[in-house]
């Protein structure tokens, strides 16, 4: 695996040389190297961890489905034995 460096004195003097003042250049030359060690440090978030924690997350609910399907079915079958003996009584 090769190292990936990123030189901030020849980036900044890059910046300085096509005209941006050396106080911005300071500022840009550090946000970048943030980004770049944030990237290599695995502190940022990619494309492929937001589909992993999406597919986790959708597979959890997929168990809530599961579950809230069966509470249904309990609660019509609970409802349906409280509601028998009245529907008898009406009906007789």
Do not use: C, H, N, W
Request: aromatic share 6%; no cysteine.
């Amino acid at each position: 695996m090769s190292a990936i460096t990123f030189d901030t004195i020849e980036y900044f003097d890059e910046l300085v040389e096509s005209g941006v003042s050396a106080p911005q250049a300071k500022v840009q030359t550090k946000a970048l190297k943030r980004a770049v060690d944030g990237i290599l440090d695995g502190e940022i978030t990619t494309k492929s961890d937001l589909k992993e924690m999406e597919l986790k997350i959708e597979k959890r609910f997929s168990k809530f489905d599961k579950r809230f399907v069966r509470l249904e079915i309990l609660m019509s079958l609970m409802l349906a034995v409280l509601l028998i003996p009245t529907l008898k009584e009406l009906l007789i």
